[in-house]
Nanobody, 125 residues
């Protein structure tokens, strides 16, 4: 699967952005889409995941209630709607995909074998 992320940019604190991740290539059942992010000097961390089969979404505590992951199956595109952004959300955001749906490992970057190129989100104070 090839992933193409877009939608990053500069936004003021309190603002919103919507990231997109267009997928092409092999897809099927038991498929997880996720977003990770890597801030300056930090390790890549889990943000959100969406299981394709049951359309269940999961979030990191730091973004719960502010971010929403969703999918447009017709366009094979996954979105991350980000509201109430803070400077702590500044990072390169990566979309990822896995051919499996495993709740216990969905927050681990090693679960995902397909990655987009990353899109930079900068939140100014």
């Amino acid at each position: 699967v090839q992933l193409q992320a877009s939608g990053g940019g500069l936004v003021q604190a309190g603002g919103s952005l919507r990231l997109s991740c267009a997928a092409s290539g092999r897809t099927g059942s038991g498929y997880t889409n996720a977003w990770f992010r890597q801030g300056p000097g930090k390790e890549r961390e889990f943000v959100a995941a969406l299981f394709r089969s049951a359309n269940n979404a999961y979030y990191a505590d730091s973004v719960k209630g502010r971010f929403t992951i969703s999918r447009d199956n017709a366009k094979n595109t996954v979105f991350l709607q980000m509201n109430s952004l803070t400077p702590e959300d500044t990072a390169v955001y990566y979309c990822a995909a896995s051919g499996r749906e495993i709740l216990s490992t969905m927050t681990s970057r090693h679960t995902y074998n397909d990655w987009g190129q990353g899109t930079l989100v900068t939140v100014s104070s």
